[in-house]
């Protein structure tokens, strides 16, 4: 794993924007892998600004979402649907039916769980941002390695800190539905971006921690082509100048 320093927030989000756009520019079909949460927020508002100045196109470009919430109707603010839509979509140039997302509201989830893995194409960039308790997508602790798009139950430690999003605790759904680690590491290339002090145990864990399925993000120091891109707040427990390989 790669990891890139960067001062802050908004140079993590252009320096994976930039990764994104290069990669679309050799490849116009190219298939992404798209997170939700803060942390991507600021790559997609970069990315439609370079759509906007007609730097890159996303006419061909396909996308597979890692995750979405059961029980959450796709005009709910929280849903990851209307994330998507609201802070990427709505605002570039997609063609909607090359936009993929998994249906919370399906009403047999472990069948959306199968058509969902069984559409996903070989994904040329998948974007990652880091749990706390070191989840990717929703791939909570003590998820299997070899696990495909599943069926989860959130735990204490993710409702809590997503429920910032919602009124109350209560609101925040139990369930979800998320890309398997097996299935996110079949992707090509990896982006994992990391800011913020708060996610500065998790970075350390991440980097100085074995590969175990406790700290489900530990997986991706087995894949050759992951970079993390982590600002100096989030990596203030390391010793990273500039670039480090670990
Ligand atoms: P965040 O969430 O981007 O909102 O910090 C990351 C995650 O939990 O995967």
Do not use: W
């Amino acid at each position: 794993m790669k990891i890139i320093y960067v001062n802050d927030y908004d140079e993590m989000s252009e320096r994976a924007a930039t990764i994104i756009a290069k990669q679309i520019n050799q490849a116009p079909n190219s298939t992404l892998g798209l997170a939700t949460g803060a942390t991507p927020e600021g790559l997609y508002q970069k990315l439609i600004q370079l759509n906007k100045q007609g730097k890159v196109s996303f006419k061909d470009v396909t996308t597979f979402n890692l995750d979405e919430y059961v029980g959450l109707p796709h005009t709910d603010k929280n849903s990851y649907r209307y994330f998507m839509n609201n802070h990427l979509f709505d605002h570039i140039d997609i063609n909607r039916n090359n936009v993929h997302i998994p249906n919370g509201l399906a009403d047999d989830l472990e069948e959306e769980c199968k058509r969902y893995e069984a559409k996903i194409k070989e994904i040329d960039v998948q974007v990652l941002g880091l749990g706390l308790n070191g989840h990717i997508g929703f791939n909570e602790p003590g998820t299997s390695f070899s696990s495909r798009t599943h069926l989860v139950s959130l735990t204490d430690s993710t409702r809590k800190a997503n429920s910032r999003y919602f009124q109350k605790l209560d609101d925040v759904p139990r369930m979800a539905i998320t890309m398997g680690i097996e299935t996110i590491l079949e992707s090509k290339r990896l982006i994992l971006l990391v800011s913020g002090e708060e996610k500065s145990e998790a970075v350390e864990r991440l980097v100085n921690g074995n590969i175990s399925e406790d700290f489900p993000a530990s997986i991706l120091k087995s894949h050759p082509e992951v970079v993390l891109i982590a600002d100096k707040a989030a990596l203030k427990r390391l010793n990273v100048q500039n670039e480090l390989v670990c």
